[in-house]
């Protein structure tokens, strides 16, 4: 062979190993935007998706300290408000909250960090930067309980019983990164502040109030919110005091918030009966040769059950005791008076254990001071 034909030779073999160097980094590339895609696709509009993947950062996944802030909103009560369901209708419940949350969320450029069992975190200012991240999470929290409280007209006509919420805002440096154990890893926020976010949205369940937000939230959005200083109450797992804002209102540029119709999903619930017929339906009828024939399957629908009645709290006996039975108007049987407004009824419910007095705090509000 002349050494023109090794030439070629050797041209040829340097050819197909580029091509399978390029072919594998071509690989390993769709691998990591599968990855990114896999990953930040659950959390965060896909149009951010979008942006992610046109930077190629190599620090996406990578710890890092950045400023964020951190919304916590959790359904009042939730263990007692299920006790009366079943699992169908409290799923049905989540799904409702989990559509209306999420979509307010990501509507104001937020990502969803997790879903609790009762309620849901969402982060603002990470993975992108944003300069808005406080006045897009006061937003996201407030067009939150506009639509909550608009959903009770919705499960009234269902003769469902309504739920209410309260949400935490804290705004400080973070830690972002991916965490996890080697089978499942996710995208997160932790630290002190974020914490304190959880800390302040059980505030707001002492307080009545259905938005809590830091001082460092707030402090740059004094004049386009209506705020209530709150300041003095000690709270747990934290070495500070409270010293945050009851969120009322925003004064200007309110944003009109829409839920899409399909954002509010429900899961399928499978019969206990239907499964196990299902799954000895193979085997159901045998004939006398001993094969087996296959169970025959119905094809009428099975109607849908009727929706439970509406609960009505129970009407507290006067101090008197004139009667036992509850007086009447001419609207119907007599509502107990609600003692802190018409945001939260009072719980039926009584610990066994009477509960320590409160810590003493001020909440201002009408131009005063009130000690609570």
């Given at each position: 062979m002349s050494s023109l034909q090794w030439l070629v030779a050797l041209v040829a073999l340097g050819g197909i190993a580029g091509c399978a160097v390029a072919w594998r980094r071509w690989r390993a590339e769709r691998r990591e935007l599968a990855r990114v895609r896999g990953t930040f696709a659950r959390y965060v509009a896909p149009s951010v998706v979008d942006v992610l993947l046109a930077r190629k950062d190599e620090r996406l996944f990578t710890g890092r300290a950045v400023r964020a802030t951190v919304l916590v909103c959790r359904i009042r009560n939730f263990?007692?408000?299920?006790?009366?369901?079943?699992?169908?209708?409290?799923?049905?419940?989540?799904?409702?909250?989990?559509?209306?949350?999420?979509?307010?969320?990501?509507?104001?450029?937020?990502?969803?960090?997790?879903?609790?069992?009762?309620?849901?975190?969402?982060?603002?200012?990470?993975?992108?930067?944003?300069?808005?991240?406080?006045?897009?999470?006061?937003?996201?929290?407030?067009?939150?309980?506009?639509?909550?409280?608009?959903?009770?007209?919705?499960?009234?006509?269902?003769?469902?019983?309504?739920?209410?919420?309260?949400?935490?805002?804290?705004?400080?440096?973070?830690?972002?990164?991916?965490?996890?154990?080697?089978?499942?890893?996710?995208?997160?926020?932790?630290?002190?502040?974020?914490?304190?976010?959880?800390?302040?949205?059980?505030?707001?369940?002492?307080?009545?109030?259905?938005?809590?937000?830091?001082?460092?939230?707030?402090?740059?959005?004094?004049?386009?919110?209506?705020?209530?200083?709150?300041?003095?109450?000690?709270?747990?797992?934290?070495?500070?005091?409270?010293?945050?804002?009851?969120?009322?209102?925003?004064?200007?540029?309110?944003?009109?918030?829409?839920?899409?119709?399909?954002?509010?999903?429900?899961?399928?619930?499978?019969?206990?009966?239907?499964?196990?017929?299902?799954?000895?339906?193979?085997?159901?009828?045998?004939?006398?040769?001993?094969?087996?024939?296959?169970a025959p399957v119905a094809t009428t629908p099975k109607p849908p059950e009727p929706e439970p009645p509406v609960a009505r709290p129970r009407v507290r006996p006067s101090s008197t005791r004139t009667t036992a039975t509850a007086t009447t108007t001419a609207c119907g049987p007599a509502m107990p008076e609600l003692r802190h407004g018409w945001m939260f009824a009072q719980d039926d419910a009584k610990p066994i254990l009477p509960e320590p007095p409160p810590p003493r705090a001020t909440y201002e509000d009408r131009g005063g001071s009130f000690e609570l």
């Open positions: 263990a007692h408000f299920i006790e009366p369901l079943s699992p169908e209708e409290t799923l049905r419940y989540l799904n409702e909250f989990y559509g209306l949350a999420g979509t307010a969320i990501q509507r104001h450029r937020g990502i969803i960090d997790s879903f609790l069992g009762d309620g849901i975190v969402g982060v603002f200012g990470v993975p992108l930067d944003n300069p808005t991240q406080e006045d897009d999470a006061l937003q996201a929290a407030l067009a939150l309980v506009r639509h909550v409280v608009a959903m009770r007209k919705r499960w009234e006509r269902q003769h469902r019983k309504p739920f209410t919420i309260g949400i935490g805002i804290n705004t400080g440096e973070m830690i972002a990164g991916d965490a996890g154990f080697r089978d499942r890893r996710e995208f997160t926020v932790v630290g002190s502040e974020a914490t304190f976010a959880h800390r302040l949205q059980e505030a707001a369940f002492a307080l009545n109030a259905f938005i809590v937000a830091s001082r460092a939230t707030c402090e740059s959005l004094a004049s386009e919110y209506k705020l209530v200083p709150v300041s003095g109450v000690p709270l747990p797992g934290v070495r500070r005091l409270l010293d945050a804002f009851v969120v009322r209102a925003r004064l200007r540029g309110a944003e009109q918030f829409t839920v899409p119709s399909d954002a509010m999903v429900e899961t399928t619930i499978e019969p206990a009966a239907a499964a196990a017929s299902a799954a000895g339906a193979p085997f159901a009828a045998h004939s006398a040769t001993g094969t087996t024939t296959p």
